[in-house]
């Protein structure tokens, strides 16, 4: 077997589907989502109404945001993530008499403030349609939680009544997310022959949410403008919400126990003639700084490098099977398949989840946030995993003690 020409690889990996790092199902439901109560077109969104069991209208609002990804909301993936992912939430909700509101973005990967505006618009349409004078409740996963704190905040910044008694967030990372440098610098090093996965990695969107990214392969890793600028941002309009009762779900574990995977550790590893060489690690620490060597269908390789970083890979959170998500599609390309001995990485770790503490060091990302005053969360009541699991995944744990807090 000879080895891919760029041609070649450039059109079998623009034939395939975007590679996207993004947490939720990656195929349709098998069963298609029951027909939504009310379909509402927002400004830059979409949103799916389901009534509660015996409301005829809009009663007891549960408004949920999508999180980030590329492309517009595909609400049917949203609906299979919280009903399908190992507890029925919508379905508890309906049964419980709440009304779900599912809000989607006409491009996910748009800026955070840009998407705030769907968020604002679907919750005046909500006050607007609703029936009777209970309190709103409003949240989001991921992403989704950042676009709607800061629709509320800014709301409040405004003087106008979002009146909504509670604001959450699942597994959102208000204190930053991670994406390992390697992966970033794959992106971008392939970004010739398709450009799509570098545009993710540099979307506005990702900008604000990556606690360190780069531009381009050779980077040094470094806080984003844009990144910088939502923050900036997000203060001017008070950084949280004042009048809801805050709460804050973490898929991360609070006594500070890590998910075992060790710095500076090969994840995906080159096995076909037109990538060998290509050697993507999860982030090194101390003396070894090698992030990734590079290697796409040209003879000579490239060597990416970062230090001065945590141990965030392996720290408590929320997390992303990136490397996995980058090996299946390799492994799909004739003459780029790959080893795949690591799949995950931590992607929200625990404290950014509950906006505890910055990500900076070791000491912060592993902190027993058992042994913390509860005030040192920015939240007003936050709820950590019993293991380190799946980024947004949806579990009877989480999902009941969010439940047992809504408004009468």
Same mark, same amino acid.
């Given at each position: 077997?000879?080895?891919?020409?760029?041609?070649?690889?450039?059109d079998a990996l623009?034939?395939?589907?975007?590679i996207?790092?993004?947490?939720g199902?990656?195929?349709?439901?098998a069963?298609a989502?029951?027909q939504?109560d009310e379909?509402?077109e927002?400004p830059g969104?979409?949103?799916?109404?389901y009534?509660?069991?015996g409301n005829?209208g809009?009663?007891?609002?549960?408004?949920?945001?999508d999180?980030?990804?590329?492309?517009p909301?595909?609400?049917?993936?949203?609906w299979?993530?919280?009903?399908?992912?190992?507890?029925?939430?919508i379905?508890?909700?309906? &049964?419980?008499g709440r009304?779900v509101?599912?809000?989607?973005?006409a491009?996910r990967?748009?800026s955070i403030?840009?998407n705030a505006?769907?968020a604002i618009?679907?919750?005046? &349409?909500t006050?607007?349609e609703?029936m009777?004078?209970?309190r709103?409740?409003v949240?989001g996963?991921?992403?989704?939680?950042?676009?709607?704190?800061?629709?509320?905040a800014s709301m409040?910044?405004q003087?106008?009544?979002?009146?909504?008694?509670?604001?959450?967030?699942?597994?959102?990372p208000?204190?930053g997310?991670?994406?390992?440098?390697?992966?970033?610098?794959f992106?971008h090093?392939?970004?010739?022959?398709?450009p799509?996965f570098s545009?993710?990695?540099n979307?506005?969107?990702?900008?604000?949410l990556l606690?360190?990214?780069?531009e381009?392969?050779?980077d040094?890793p470094?806080?984003?403008?844009?990144?910088?600028?939502?923050?900036d941002?997000?203060e001017?309009?008070?950084t949280?919400?004042?009048?809801?009762?805050?709460l804050?779900?973490?898929?991360?574990?609070?006594?500070?126990?890590?998910?075992?995977i060790?710095?500076?550790?090969t994840?995906?590893k080159?096995?076909?003639?037109g990538?060998?060489?290509t050697?993507l690690r999860?982030?090194?620490?101390g003396?070894?700084t090698?992030?990734?060597t590079?290697?796409?269908?040209?003879?000579?390789?490239?060597?990416?490098?970062?230090?001065?970083l945590?141990d965030?890979?392996?720290a408590?959170?929320?997390?992303l099977?990136?490397?996995?998500?980058?090996a299946?599609?390799?492994?799909k390309?004739?003459?780029?398949?790959v080893?795949?001995p690591?799949?995950?990485?931590?992607?929200?770790?625990?404290?950014?989840?509950?906006?505890a503490?910055?990500?900076?060091t070791?000491d912060?990302?592993y902190t027993?946030?058992?042994?913390?005053?509860p005030e040192?969360?920015?939240?007003?009541?936050?709820v950590?995993?019993?293991h380190?699991e799946r980024?947004?995944q949806v579990?009877?744990?989480?999902?009941t003690w969010?439940l047992?807090?809504?408004?009468?």
């Amino acid at each position: 077997m000879s080895e891919p020409t760029e041609r070649d690889a450039s059109d079998a990996l623009k034939a395939a589907p975007p590679i996207v790092l993004a947490a939720g199902p990656r195929e349709l439901p098998a069963q298609a989502p029951p027909q939504p109560d009310e379909t509402w077109e927002l400004p830059g969104g979409i949103a799916w109404v389901y009534h509660g069991e015996g409301n005829q209208g809009i009663v007891r609002p549960v408004l949920m945001a999508d999180g980030f990804n590329t492309g517009p909301s595909t609400l049917e993936f949203l609906w299979a993530g919280l009903e399908n992912g190992g507890y029925p939430l919508i379905t508890e909700l309906r &049964r419980r008499g709440r009304d779900v509101i599912l809000l989607g973005f006409a491009e996910r990967s748009a800026s955070i403030l840009d998407n705030a505006e769907a968020a604002i618009a679907a919750i005046m &349409r909500t006050i607007a349609e609703q029936m009777g004078d209970s309190r709103l409740t409003v949240g989001g996963f991921s992403m989704g939680g950042l676009v709607t704190r800061y629709a509320l905040a800014s709301m409040e910044y405004q003087r106008m009544d979002h009146r909504t008694a509670v604001y959450f967030s699942y597994d959102s990372p208000h204190n930053g997310a991670h994406i390992p440098l390697s992966l970033q610098a794959f992106a971008h090093y392939i970004r010739k022959l398709d450009p799509r996965f570098s545009d993710q990695m540099n979307s506005p969107a990702a900008r604000q949410l990556l606690w360190r990214h780069i531009e381009n392969w050779s980077d040094k890793p470094s806080v984003s403008p844009l990144r910088t600028q939502f923050l900036d941002e997000l203060e001017r309009v008070g950084t949280w919400p004042q009048i809801p009762l805050k709460l804050a779900l973490a898929n991360g574990v609070a006594t500070g126990s890590g998910n075992g995977i060790k710095p500076g550790t090969t994840a995906v590893k080159g096995k076909g003639l037109g990538i060998i060489g290509t050697d993507l690690r999860t982030t090194p620490t101390g003396a070894d700084t090698l992030s990734a060597t590079l290697r796409v269908v040209t003879p000579q390789k490239n060597e990416a490098r970062v230090e001065g970083l945590p141990d965030i890979d392996g720290a408590p959170g929320g997390t992303l099977e990136s490397f996995e998500i980058l090996a299946d599609a390799l492994n799909k390309v004739l003459g780029l398949g790959v080893a795949n001995p690591i799949a995950e990485h931590c992607f929200v770790p625990a404290v950014s989840a509950i906006a505890a503490r910055g990500l900076d060091t070791h000491d912060d990302l592993y902190t027993n946030i058992d042994a913390l005053d509860p005030e040192q969360a920015e939240v007003d009541e936050f709820v950590c995993a019993s293991h380190n699991e799946r980024h947004t995944q949806v579990t009877q744990e989480l999902c009941t003690w969010l439940l047992d807090r809504l408004p009468d």
